[in-house]
């Protein structure tokens, strides 16, 4: 995180939540700063040490630190978590779907995957509910990047004990496409038409028609070819987890808190600083030109229709008729379709 991004979050805390403004005590002191507070929750956040190891460079006592990074994750997820967790806009799929056919994939809009987050303070009753095996206790995230890192879905809280499939039957990814909320996308394949966009996945999540996986056993030069391209896409959401775990080391040390709640929103402030920092260093790292990208103008076959209104109440009919098409193994794309 650049100097620039973070006065910026300090001004916002300063201004718009009243724990970090500097405020006098009884005597007529000042007491700490917005800076110190700040600071001292990041490095929390960044350094995963442990709260009283800040004390003689801040001079903050370990329970004052304490209340910083608690407040520090509730004002992050109250004052940004709208733009910076959001999802795809109708400009965010145009980009992203004509980014996915540069790369070979129309229709394609990120990679999902799993990642376990071991939870070291998990309490004794749900160790068996949070272990699997004789592992240690774990909670999962699922979550949904793009090509530039950016995890545009973050779904955290199932136990260790579920794999992708089970995380997946929970997950609310799917929940704005099965309500008529999401936009409408068309793209083609081999002049035949598809109207909805997938993920990359590796090779647990069941064959539908908004996963495409890799081919285990690859047979002909074909095969081979579209699997070691899917593979090398699909590292993406790979890519953005171990870029998360490296600027946020408390998230890749094992979870010291009791409260399970307080553990969801450090996971989840933690995503929304990653993706600021993303759109901080987006103009200097981007990996595409997209500037041939303009809606209207492109030659793709991958596209957003905009005329498409998602103010329609949809009925149990028109919901259940959605997730039966996403859950369409007949629809699923293959290297032949």
């Not at 990679?111 to 699997?132: F, L, M, Q, V």
């Not at 890749?252 to 709640?261: E, F, G, T």
Request: hydrophobic fraction near 40%.
């Amino acid at each position: 995180m650049n100097k620039r991004l973070f006065l910026r979050i300090v001004d916002r805390l300063s201004n718009e939540v009243e724990f970090f403004r500097r405020k006098r005590d009884g005597l007529g002191r000042l007491g700490l700063s917005t800076l110190q507070k700040c600071t001292a929750a990041i490095r929390v956040l960044a350094y995963g040490s442990a709260v009283d190891a800040v004390d003689e460079y801040l001079r903050l006592g370990g329970s004052t630190t304490r209340l910083c990074v608690e407040n520090f994750v509730e004002a992050i997820i109250n004052l940004f978590g709208d733009e910076y967790l959001r999802r795809p806009t109708p400009a965010d799929l145009q980009r992203l779907l004509h980014v996915g056919e540069y790369r070979g994939f129309p229709g394609m809009i990120g990679s999902i995957d799993c990642i376990h987050w071991e939870w070291k303070n998990c309490p004794t009753a749900w160790k068996g509910k949070y272990s699997r095996g004789s592992g240690k206790p774990t909670i999962v995230l699922e979550a949904v990047a793009s090509y530039d890192l950016w995890i545009w879905h973050a779904f955290f809280g199932p136990p260790g004990t579920l794999n992708d499939i089970n995380v997946l039957d929970r997950s609310p990814v799917f929940d704005d496409i099965i309500n008529g909320q999401a936009p409408r996308v068309n793209f083609s394949v081999n002049g035949r038409v598809y109207r909805l966009a997938y993920y990359l996945t590796d090779g647990i999540y069941p064959k539908c028609a908004t996963f495409i996986q890799s081919i285990s056993r690859p047979q002909g030069p074909k095969a081979v070819l579209f699997a070691q391209r899917q593979e090398a896409t699909r590292k993406d959401v790979e890519r953005a987890f171990g870029v998360l775990q490296a600027r946020f080391a408390i998230i890749k040390n094992p979870a010291l808190s009791w409260d399970k709640v307080k553990i969801e929103k450090i996971m989840r402030a933690c995503i929304i600083l990653h993706n600021m920092i993303v759109e901080d260093e987006r103009d200097e790292s981007t990996q595409f030109d997209t500037s041939d990208f303009q809606q209207g103008e492109s030659n793709g076959s991958s596209h957003v229709d905009l005329d498409f209104s998602r103010n329609i109440p949809s009925n149990i009919a028109n919901m259940m008729g959605v997730r039966d098409d996403i859950r369409d193994k007949k629809s699923a794309s293959t290297p032949e379709s």
